[in-house]
């Protein structure tokens, strides 16, 4: 008996080696199917009864929606506003959106319905003026420009030490007095507040994203990639890599990295929330039997 045990031992090792990497197995398939299963939402109830119900009456322009009006910015009359959750941002968001965007497809709304106070949207060529606050304004957008969300802070102060440094205005004075003065105005400068209070997203289809961007009212602003991460949206834009995020999601884990890599803070679900609709719309349209399905119409439209 004792000579077979450590051979039993092993085997047994071996089978829970084996058990444990099909969890873990099993684990990642789920994570990757369902990839919107862990946040930290509000109850949706107030989403579930609202679909089974049907569209409702915005209580602003009368209008029939279903969920939230899109062009209020407004639940509807059957989703009471104050089963909605509020998410606190650490910083003001601007999304530019483009004219030709479909109000009725834009995720940016959830945002400005989720945030009210810290959310406007824009409908271009309508552009707020930043270039007196270009310091402490950043854009959202890929390119070879582009810097990293751990880069921001540090971006940002050399923006204004380059400021500092481009003035013209004391070359007539003597070298030791001139270098004085602008050791001077690069202390002040380092005095001033020059963390991100403000960042701005383009609201529009990936081919029609051009005309914003290149608008030069944009074009002094530190430009700021995300991470690599894949889109769930079920309006895949054709012919476009499943790393090209919907505007919600781009706020959301923009705001995620911030709060990890700027705010040096752990990250708790705190805006989560931001994704309270489009999860939701995300497991309807998971949960659809086929395209034609009434409840993706429902949505669609």
């Known amino acids: ?5 450590p051979i039993f031992l092993k085997e ?22 369902y990839p919107l299963q862990n946040l930290c939402l509000a109850s949706q109830e107030v989403l579930q009864k609202a679909q089974q119900s049907g569209r409702s009456k915005c209580l602003k322009c009368g209008g029939s929606r279903m969920f939230y009006c899109y062009t209020c910015y407004v639940p509807v009359e059957n989703v009471p506003i104050e089963q909605i959750p509020r998410v606190k941002l650490p910083l003001k968001i601007d999304i530019i959106k483009h004219p030709n965007e479909t109000d009725g497809k834009s995720t940016a ?9 810290f959310v406007n949207i824009y409908t271009y060529p309508c552009i707020p003026e930043y270039e007196e606050k270009d310091h402490e304004v950043a854009l959202v957008f890929p390119g070879p420009n582009s810097v990293s969300v751990k880069e921001i802070s540090f971006r940002l102060q050399e923006k204004i030490q380059n400021n500092v440094g481009g003035k013209n205005d004391d070359l007539d004075k003597p070298f030791i007095k001139r270098k004085k003065t602008e050791e001077q105005d690069l202390n002040d400068s380092k005095c001033k507040d020059t963390t991100l209070k403000k960042i701005v997203f383009i609201d ?26 894949k889109t769930c949206f079920w309006r895949h834009q054709k012919g476009k890599p499943d790393t090209f ?7 959301y884990y923009f705001l995620v990295d911030y709060h990890t890599d700027i705010l040096k803070e752990k990250y ?6 931001l994704l309270f609709f489009y999860s939701f719309m995300h497991q309807l349209v998971k949960n659809a039997k086929c395209p034609g399905d009434k409840e993706t119409r429902k949505l669609t439209h």
Not at 268 to 273: E, P, S
């Open 245 to 251: 995020l919907s505007t919600i999601e781009a706020i």
């Open 268 to 273: 708790k679900g705190q805006y989560d929330n």
């Open 1 to 5: 008996m004792s000579l077979n045990t």
């Open 109 to 117: 709304i959830h945002a400005k319905l989720l945030a009210p106070e």
């Open 204 to 229: 529009s289809t990936w081919n029609q994203t051009n005309k914003i961007f290149t608008d030069e009212r944009l074009q002094g602003l530190l430009q700021v990639e995300l991470k690599t991460r």
């Open 12 to 33: 047994r090792e071996e089978d829970n080696s084996k058990f444990v990497e099909i969890q873990q197995s099993q684990t990642t398939s789920i994570a990757t199917e």
